[in-house]
């Protein structure tokens, strides 16, 4: 092999690497995730116990927590659940009203406000995980959940149910694969 040979393969290794070291990737910010659970949990109380029935019907699908999809590894299928619930999410929250007073829910105010503005952040920004497969799996969850949501008598059970589903897919994120976000990027 001559050397300019030599020298031609390793600069096509460097150019290689260089594009590999160079390639984006999508990972969600791990303290706006954390920040996002954390205002969710002190939002309010616990799942009340009028609506354990309708939360005992309306339940994530198992397939959701497991560790990974078939087609994607556990970090990106963690990132892309995560994502995909907050984008469900963020759609009722737009298209809904919270209801409030007598019968509604006792949320901060506040606590829910600082909450969405975190909710749209990623949304809007992390659009990178916005793909099909997750939303395909998660879509009977959130079509019932809207249809709760949308009953007078049944809309805070609704809104308790989606808050209690979220903090546990947050929960089970941030704690089985903490690695799977990038903790370093300030927000």
Not at 41 to 69: E, F, K, N, W
Not at 148 to 176: F, P, T, Y
Request: charged letters at 20%; hydrophobic letters at 35%.
């Amino acid at each position: 092999m001559s050397p300019t040979s030599v020298l031609l393969f390793l600069l096509q290794l460097c150019c290689l690497q260089m594009m590999l070291v160079s390639m984006p990737t999508c990972k969600l910010p791990g303290k706006m995730v954390r920040q996002t659970h954390d205002l969710l949990d002190d939002m309010g109380l616990r799942l009340p116990t009028q609506c354990y029935q309708l939360s005992s019907d309306i339940h994530l699908p198992d397939s959701v927590l497991s560790d990974a999809s078939t087609k994607h590894s556990k970090c990106r299928w963690t990132s892309l659940v995560v994502y995909e619930c907050l984008r469900e999410a963020n759609l009722i929250f737009t298209e809904y009203d919270v209801p409030e007073g007598e019968g509604g829910l006792t949320w901060s105010q506040q606590k829910l406000e600082y909450y969405q503005n975190l909710q749209d952040r990623l949304v809007e920004e992390y659009q990178c995980l916005n793909t099909t497969e997750a939303s395909a799996v998660l879509s009977p969850f959130f079509r019932n959940v809207t249809a709760v949501v949308e009953q007078q008598d049944g809309s805070a059970c609704g809104w308790e149910i989606l808050r209690s589903d979220l903090l546990q897919v947050l929960k089970w994120a941030l704690h089985n694969h903490h690695g799977c976000f990038n903790w370093t990027r300030a927000h």
